[in-house]
């Protein structure tokens, strides 16, 4: 495996596109591959980065829920088929999730649009009362259209606590943190710089950013780690004795269930994708953004193999670098993780007709799509990254390879899919 030749894409990479520090790692069955740091802990001193330096991992804390979910299944406390309210019954003051499903929730299936943040609420009766305050418009039925939902994820907090009768991050902690020996992790965060090796967070503009307060929101993204231990985590999927260890008879195969179409190449699990044919592998993952982090963590099931790429800035390439060392496991250059861009022939009158801003309640900043003579470009937080047609309304951003689609909506609106989440034109 030419370890060389990555640790070179991958600076390379961390330097391009202004990436203060970063730690990525790669083992096999818990022999590490190649573990290493790279930058600095803060853009002012000198301390660099090592995979033991804490950083937030964002929505990789997904997969982590959705474990605890699959746990408190094999102990008969509740199947992902339970209707949400069955274990809620307040939320069924809520339409959209009359009908939901557990299992709608861990897929992003329940039909919910995405909703204004709410990150003072840290009860979760606050938060269902807060969604029975909204007149929500489903996006489509129950395990109809994907769309990202953090405010449907963060639910299965509130579930985990009913059926296993304690606080949901004491009950991740107890049962899948500690016993795996994951010491540097925690929903607690400690203070960034040296003194405690916790990357400094910054933003896409690179300003300083605190750790958000997340709330409820912790459920899918208040998870703070090291790539020494999630390589650890990364053993409870690939390794079946060292998982019979930490977990006893648990088996987390449903997770990888492909439940949603993502795009043409990749389906949404429970707080987990798969990618069926990456390299002739399946590659099952989990990506994470975060004023500060930008995080992707992955694992070849059938090979034993976990990637843990861990950043300190919002908005840059995790997911390229964890496929770069996916692809140098397998054999392969680490440049064969950048997508191949197409480059279809496409009228100015086709670009023209995607333009305008995209938002969501969610993410009100959005993003812009220009159409300029010759191409179309996509604006977000500073960034402006060229949009390579692939197609009829789709297209690939060059910079992070993620594909967007645009649809014309059921009431005649344009709306733009990038990848899990739903945006409409204003």
């Known amino acids: 495996m030419k370890w060389n030749a990555f640790e070179q894409f991958a600076e390379k990479l961390r330097v391009e596109e202004g990436i203060p520090g970063m730690a990525v790692g790669v083992a096999r069955n818990g022999a590490p591959l190649f573990v290493n740091g790279f930058g600095n802990i803060d853009v002012e001193g000198a301390t660099k980065v090592t995979p033991d330096t804490v950083f937030g991992t964002a929505s990789v804390t997904k997969s982590f829920t959705a474990l605890a979910v699959h746990i408190l299944a094999a102990e008969g406390k509740l199947s992902v088929a339970d209707p949400v309210i ?3 019954p307040e939320a069924g003051t809520i339409p959209v999730l009359r009908s939901t499903t557990i299992r709608h929730l861990l897929s992003h299936t329940t039909g919910m649009p995405p909703v204004r943040r709410r990150e003072e609420l ?12 909204l007149e929500l418009n489903p996006i489509g039925p129950p395990g109809g259209q994907i769309s990202y939902s953090n405010d449907a994820f963060l639910l299965l907090g509130a579930v985990i606590e009913k059926a296993a009768g304690m606080d949901y991050r004491e009950f991740i902690m107890e049962r899948i943190v500690r016993p795996a020996g994951m010491n540097r992790t925690s929903f607690t965060p400690p203070e960034q710089g040296e003194e405690t090796n916790t990357a400094v967070q910054y933003t896409e503009d690179l300003q300083p950013a605190d750790w958000p307060g997340l709330g409820n929101y912790a459920v899918g993204g208040g998870i703070r780690s090291t790539v020494n231990d999630l390589l650890v985590y990364g053993r409870l999927y690939t390794d079946q004795a ?17 439940v949603a179409e993502v795009d043409e190449t990749s389906f949404y699990g429970h707080g987990l994708m798969l990618t ?3 390299g002739g592998s399946v590659l099952v993952h989990h990506g994470g953004g975060q004023p500060g982090v930008s995080s992707s963590f992955g694992f070849l099931p059938d090979q034993g193999v976990t990637v843990a790429v861990l950043t300190n800035r919002t908005g840059v390439s995790a997911e390229k670098l964890m496929k770069g060392a996916v692809c140098t496991v ?11 861009l197409p480059n279809l022939a496409q009228s100015p009158g086709e670009r023209m007709s995607f333009a305008g801003f995209y938002g969501n309640e969610e993410d009100p900043d959005g993003f812009r799509i220009h159409a300029e003579r010759n191409n179309l470009t996509l604006t977000s937080g500073g960034r402006v990254d060229e949009l390579h047609p692939a197609g009829p309304g789709r297209f690939v951003n060059g910079r992070t390879g993620k594909r967007i689609r645009f649809e014309i909506g059921s009431r005649g609106e344009m709306t733009a899919f990038t990848g899990l989440r739903i945006y409409w034109r204003t």
């Open 330 to 340: 397998l054999g392969k250059s680490s440049e064969e993780a950048a997508v191949s």
């Open 276 to 278: 069926p044919d990456f």
């Open 242 to 258: 060292f998982r019979k260890s930490v977990l006893g008879n648990v088996d987390p195969a449903g997770m990888q269930e492909l």
């Open 122 to 133: 840290t009860e979760f009766g606050e938060h269902i009362r807060y969604l029975e305050s």
């Open 86 to 88: 069955e274990h809620l």
